[in-house]
């Protein structure tokens, strides 16, 4: 079955460590997105790609890094500089030109 | 910037009531609309999309309609269950400017009380 797999789906790490939150499609989209949500509030846009080797920043992309190797793949790494790192991270697809993006099933991060 | 408005919740209603979300958008192009629901600890679904104005989305029972003149996207749905209890999404996409990203409200949380 195509769709989005993000793994894992619970992650626990210290302060001051740098974590990447896996993010892997098989729907032969062009475009990833990564987005944070904290409790109680919408989605924010960390950073986006709309092809290989290239990628932008998005609203809150400070603390963040991401890579575009390969089509399939966009891992997120939350850094020692991401001042509160603890939230729900999605990452998201899409075509280029049909707008809706579909979504995986999410890692909930936990930074003590 | 583009923007979406929603109510803000909880909403709570009685199982077989009517449903209706608020939603209201800005944008300088031509929008996209979409309503996402997130079940509890799961990413976001696509519910329902509407491309252009007057256009209906529909999809489980759900229904919105794309008001370019109101600027509006309210969901609704005739008789909700205790399965609907969830977060939903308005959200858009402005692709007049060739980009694709979305634009999301901040959620309303629906609870079905049986």
């Known amino acids: 079955d195509g769709g989005i797999t993000q793994s894992p789906k619970y992650l626990f790490r210290k302060e001051g460590q740098n974590v990447t939150l896996s993010c892997e499609q098989n729907?032969?989209?062009?475009?990833m997105y990564w987005y944070r949500q904290d409790p109680g509030q919408g989605l924010r846009l960390i950073y986006y790609s709309q092809i290989v080797n290239d990628f932008q920043k998005g609203d809150i992309a400070e603390g963040y890094s991401v890579s575009r190797e390969k089509k399939e793949s966009f891992p997120l790494t939350v850094t020692s500089a991401q001042k509160n790192p603890t939230a729900f991270y999605l990452c998201?697809?899409?075509?280029?030109?049909?707008?809706?993006?579909?979504f995986g099933p999410g890692t909930r991060l936990t930074v003590t | 910037g583009d923007s979406v408005t929603q109510m803000e919740g909880p909403v709570t209603l009685s199982e077989e009531a009517f449903l209706t979300i608020n939603c209201t958008y800005t944008a300088t192009g031509y929008p996209s609309l979409f309503w996402y629901v997130q079940y509890p600890g799961e990413g976001l679904q696509l519910l329902l999309k509407?491309?252009?104005?007057?256009d209906k989305g529909s999809n489980k029972g759900f229904e919105a309609t794309y008001r370019k003149e109101t600027t509006s996207f309210h969901l609704e749905k005739g008789s909700v269950q205790v399965s609907d209890s969830a977060v939903y999404f308005c959200?858009?996409?402005?692709?007049?400017?060739?980009?694709?990203?979305?634009?999301f409200g901040t959620g309303t949380r629906l609870t079905i009380i049986p």
């Open positions: 729907l032969n989209h062009d475009a």
């Open positions: 959200a858009l996409s402005d692709r007049g400017f060739g980009n694709e990203k979305l634009t």
């Open positions: 998201a697809s899409t075509t280029t030109g049909v707008g809706e993006q579909y």
């Open positions: 509407a491309t252009k104005a007057d």
